[in-house]
């Protein structure tokens, strides 16, 4: 069996086919159960060469090795979801601290930026994404992010004149 693109608007439906092309076609392993041939299609977005699939159930329903795919897809992508909420509800916990370290720093006429503490940082998460086993590249990622943003927050405040309130985004 193999699994064709076919575009719906600027989508690619995946939908069965026994057409050849191979010349045109590339083989990928997918889940050790199939393969699929993807068309190599090269995009002029940020991501390169990067593949856009749709995951189509009512058409994997006639390929029951697709069709059980398709479902260990939904159920996995439904925990990242999961992951995805805790994660957004401690970045707004993490930033409400961050809030009170920014009033703080005003108070006591510190600047926004601590590089002992940013140094340290970036010791301890490249430390806790190894023992974790994620790439410490993106640990690194995310604590720019959110080291940045807090100093942009903690400027705020201080040009507010110490008042978290700059950072109500309900206001």
Same mark, same amino acid.
């Given at each position: 069996?193999?699994?064709?693109?076919?575009?719906?608007?600027?989508?690619?439906?995946?939908?069965?086919?026994?057409?050849?092309?191979?010349?045109?076609?590339?083989?990928?392993?997918?889940?050790?159960?199939?393969?699929?041939?993807?068309?190599?299609?090269?995009?002029?977005?940020?991501?390169?060469?990067?593949?856009?699939?749709?995951?189509?159930?009512?058409?994997?329903? =006639?390929?029951? =090795?697709?069709?059980?795919?398709?479902?260990?897809?939904?159920?996995?992508?439904?925990?990242?979801?999961?992951?995805?909420?805790?994660?957004?509800?401690?970045?707004?916990?993490?930033?409400?601290?961050?809030?009170?370290?920014?009033?703080?720093?005003?108070?006591?006429?510190?600047?926004?930026?601590?590089?002992?503490? =940013?140094?340290?940082?970036?010791?301890?998460?490249?430390?806790?994404?190894?023992?974790?086993?994620?790439?410490?590249?993106?640990?690194?990622?995310?604590?720019?992010?959110?080291?940045?943003?807090?100093?942009?927050?903690?400027?705020?405040?201080?040009?507010?004149?110490?008042?978290?309130?700059?950072?109500?985004?309900?206001?």
């Amino acid at each position: 069996m193999t699994v064709r693109h076919q575009r719906s608007g600027n989508r690619r439906l995946v939908a069965p086919t026994t057409l050849g092309f191979a010349s045109a076609w590339r083989r990928l392993p997918v889940l050790g159960m199939t393969r699929l041939i993807i068309l190599d299609i090269m995009n002029d977005s940020e991501h390169g060469d990067w593949q856009d699939t749709t995951i189509d159930s009512q058409q994997a329903q =006639e390929h029951p =090795e697709v069709a059980q795919a398709v479902r260990k897809i939904k159920a996995l992508r439904q925990s990242i979801d999961n992951v995805d909420t805790a994660i957004v509800s401690l970045l707004a916990e993490r930033f409400k601290f961050t809030s009170e370290v920014g009033v703080l720093k005003a108070q006591a006429g510190f600047a926004p930026a601590d590089w002992k503490r =940013e140094d340290a940082q970036i010791k301890r998460l490249h430390r806790v994404a190894q023992e974790a086993g994620l790439d410490p590249q993106i640990a690194e990622m995310y604590r720019e992010f959110v080291v940045t943003e807090a100093k942009k927050r903690h400027q705020r405040i201080a040009d507010a004149g110490g008042d978290p309130g700059v950072l109500d985004v309900f206001a």
